[in-house]
């Protein structure tokens, strides 16, 4: 994503971004609960890994904590990686300018869902989601649910809206972004053919 409508930071704005990063206090300074969005505290976050297993009876605690953690930690390693400063939107401006090797909302999401990928998790699915598709103000996260539930019943996990910090709602709370799901855009994100992954999570269920 190039621009986060909520922070206006388009780019005839950017003569004033120094300003800007002055006058905008982080929101993870101001505490964890911002409208409905939940900013993660560590990478044991209690009540993220509650409400992860919380979807459904099915899914297992060790699953959820290890999504929990997972998701907390690729935050972490890659702000450090890339330098990632506040806000998103100016971080997006140096990573198209070259000064910075990643921190868009899309390689966010697609390091994070690598990444989950490889834990061979057997309780959680998976979702790519997207918001404002085709636009500018395109932004795009990984969603959790249990094996076979409604993406709209899911948790979504965000890296790029708070610079790394990990924030996370259910789906149909975000009270800036409506989100839909994206099969096609997993499977290709994970190199895999749609019908392939769709029988892969199919298989699991069994």
């Known amino acids: 994503m190039f621009f986060h409508r909520s922070l206006l930071l388009g780019v005839s704005t950017f003569a004033v971004v120094p300003l800007l990063v002055l006058a905008v206090s982080p929101p993870w300074e101001s505490g964890r609960r911002h409208g409905e969005l939940f900013v993660a505290s560590s990478a044991d976050d209690a009540s993220l890994r509650t409400r992860i297993a919380a979807l459904s009876p099915t899914i297992?605690?060790?699953?959820a904590r290890r999504v929990a953690y997972t998701a907390y930690m690729t935050?972490?390693?890659?702000?450090?990686?890339?330098?990632v400063v506040w806000l998103p939107g100016v971080q997006n401006f140096l990573v198209n300018m070259g000064a910075r090797k990643g921190g868009l909302c899309f390689q966010w999401a697609t390091?994070?869902?690598?990444?989950?990928?490889?834990?061979?998790?057997?309780?959680?699915?998976?979702?790519?989601?997207?918001?404002f598709a085709n636009t500018n103000?395109?932004?795009?996260?990984?969603?959790?649910?249990?094996?076979?539930?409604?993406?709209?019943?899911?948790?979504?996990?965000?890296?790029?809206?708070?610079?790394?910090?990990?924030?996370?709602t259910q789906v149909a709370t975000d009270p800036e972004y409506h989100w839909t799901e994206n099969k096609s855009e997993l499977a290709r994100r994970l190199g895999r053919p749609r019908d392939v992954a769709s029988k892969q999570v199919r298989s699991t269920m069994k």
């Open 137 to 168: 103000g395109e932004h795009n996260v990984i969603v959790v649910t249990a094996r076979g539930q409604a993406f709209e019943k899911g948790i979504l996990l965000d890296n790029w809206r708070y610079s790394g910090h990990l924030v996370w």
């Open 111 to 131: 390091e994070l869902l690598v990444r989950l990928d490889a834990l061979k998790l057997q309780t959680i699915e998976l979702h790519w989601a997207e918001s």
């Open 60 to 63: 297992s605690p060790d699953e």
């Open 75 to 83: 935050g972490l390693q890659l702000r450090r990686e890339w330098h």
